[in-house]
């Protein structure tokens, strides 16, 4: 592995043929810009000679708000790698330095596996993340608008995003999202929205009882609560729930 460090002329730089970043804007590097202003670039760009030029591996945010900052050049680690390694390179150069979408991620992964025909514990081990850190992301691209709008956004994390997305009916996932991002869920909380969302309603578990010919499975029977006036059992759509404070329940 070849790396040096030299000032390269900024017009000679290339932005990342293939950006881990999909969301940079030079609004989204204002705070940058305003330090390199005031102190220069302190992290060296990290860049791959690319024809007589060079493209960035790592350092895409640093290469924009110099630009915006009015400088001609930038110290930059000149690396040696191609093909897949420049990409791997470019995942630990990012892990190092960026927090980088989750969305971003799925991307690059998805990516590097159609590309170079990797498996997910290859993945794994050329990223040193877990076998199971890999396929959660590799599994984004298949989550619902919503989900992945909210992701994008910021304001749903993914520990949150992966159990909302798992709710099957559409409206139901929806009100869970919305009520996530208005008021905010734990990891834990939302496991148990999408239990409660998912959990069989009476008539889908009791849909086959009495006819014999399409009992081919045994479906969950549910423990239904008991109606303490009349110690019968309460069907769903027979339950009545009240909300009080706990002081102002009948003695």
């Known amino acids: 592995m070849i790396s040096k460090l030299q000032y390269i002329s900024l017009d000679r ?5 293939r950006p881990m970043r999909t969301d940079l804007t030079p609004e989204s590097v204002d705070e940058l810009v305003f330090s390199i202003k005031e102190v220069g670039i302190i992290q060296p760009l990290v860049v791959c000679a690319s024809g007589d030029n060079y493209e960035v591996i790592a350092g895409h945010r640093r290469l924009l708000a110099a630009s915006i900052a009015g400088l001609t050049e930038a110290p930059c680690i000149i690396k040696s ?3 897949l ?9 990012n892990i190092a330095r960026e927090d980088i979408n989750p969305i971003d991620w799925a991307i690059h992964l998805n990516f590097l596996k159609d590309k170079y025909k990797l498996t997910n514990a290859k993945l794994a081990e050329l990223t040193h ?4 850190w890999i396929s959660q992301h590799l599994e984004i691209g298949s989550y619902p608008a919503e989900v992945l709008d909210a992701i994008k956004s910021g304001s749903l994390a993914f520990s949150s995003a992966r159990e909302l997305a798992q709710i099957k009916d559409p409206k139901t996932r929806k009100i869970y999202v919305d009520s996530a991002i208005t008021n905010g869920v734990t990891p834990a909380t939302a496991a148990n929205w999408r239990r409660e969302a998912n959990r069989p309603t009476y008539a889908e578990v009791h849909q086959n009882d009495g006819d014999a010919s399409q009992n081919v499975v045994d479906l969950p029977k549910i423990a239904l609560p008991i109606c303490s006036v009349c ?9 009545l729930f009240i909300t009080i404070h706990k002081d102002c329940a009948p003695k």
């Not at 390694?85 to 150069?93: N, T």
């Not at 110690?231 to 339950?239: A, G, R, S, T, V």
């Open 231 to 239: 110690n019968l059992d309460i069907k769903p759509e027979e339950q």
């Open 85 to 93: 390694d420049r990409e791997v390179l470019k995942m630990h150069e």
């Open 13 to 17: 730089i290339k932005d990342p043929e």
């Open 129 to 132: 993340f877990s076998e199971a």
């Open 81 to 83: 790698e191609k093909g």
